[in-house]
């Protein structure tokens, strides 16, 4: 098993309606289930059916956040969409604090009906970080269902940590660059029934990093455990241990 890792974090929450000014509850929520996921302790894993249970993988990843480490910003824009404009003061966003050594959360209304978006490791450290509607952050508040249980931030963390998606966004052929994923032909949405056959092999659709509502994705493999523990140890993300 891995050792624990803490990764600080810090929250910027760039709001147009009071609505999308979610409390600190809301955001602390959506720490818990980050929490929970990388720590292998959600619930909803005990539903993993038994042909995957020897696949599963626990990261061991915790997340930090202190009460000075909630920022807000009002701000007249209705959404910034996924250009990263949200992540500059100078654009009217709000720019990154500390990202060597703190993932940087934006939660911002995205538009397009987009509820999260993430930078990979390696890019540039002004625009390190993940971006999280408010509709789609935490457990309570205004977040809406099907994405009301925080999984659209451990998806997006996932792709931080150097996940892609579990088709390989690509088709029977497309690899995500882990061993234990089976492959896939394409995204799986709603909530499948088990097994879910589009390739050769069953789809892993309870994978946190397909597209299934929230209620029915709940697991990483081993292999992607193994990926996201790697990339911290390299210069890209090397700043937590
Ligand atoms: N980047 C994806 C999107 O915006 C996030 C999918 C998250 N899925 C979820 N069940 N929360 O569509
Ligand atoms: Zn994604
Ligand atoms: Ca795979």
Avoid at 101 to 119: D, E, M
Avoid at 213 to 229: E, L, T
């Amino acid at each position: 098993a891995y050792q624990q890792i803490t990764i600080p974090v810090v929250v910027h929450v760039l709001y147009n309606t009071q609505l999308q000014n979610i409390s600190d509850a809301q955001i602390f929520s959506q720490i818990d289930v980050l929490n929970a996921d990388f720590g292998g302790t959600n619930p909803d894993l005990s539903q993993l059916p038994g042909a995957f249970s020897g696949l599963q993988g626990t990261a061991n990843i915790h997340f930090e956040l202190a009460n000075d480490r909630i920022y807000r910003k009002q701000s007249s824009r209705e959404s910034w969409g996924t250009r990263d404009e949200m992540k500059y003061s100078s654009k009217g966003g709000m720019d990154a604090v500390d990202p060597e050594t703190h993932l940087n959360i934006w939660v911002c209304r995205i538009g397009s009906s987009i509820l999260g978006y993430a930078q990979f490791p390696g890019g540039n450290p002004k625009t390190d970080g993940v971006v999280i509607d408010p509709d789609f952050f935490g457990t309570t508040g205004s977040v809406q269902y099907p994405f009301n249980q925080g999984r659209t931030a451990t998806h997006e963390v996932g792709h931080w940590l150097n996940l892609r998606h579990i088709w390989g966004d690509g088709r029977c052929n497309a690899d995500d660059f882990v061993a234990d994923t089976p492959l896939s032909d394409r995204p799986n949405y709603g909530c499948p029934a088990f097994p879910t056959v589009h390739c050769k092999t069953t789809d892993m659709t309870m994978n946190f990093m397909d597209y299934t509502d929230d209620a029915c994705m709940y697991m990483f493999s081993q292999g992607q455990v193994d990926r996201m523990r790697a990339v911290l140890q390299t210069t890209a993300r090397s700043g937590y241990i």
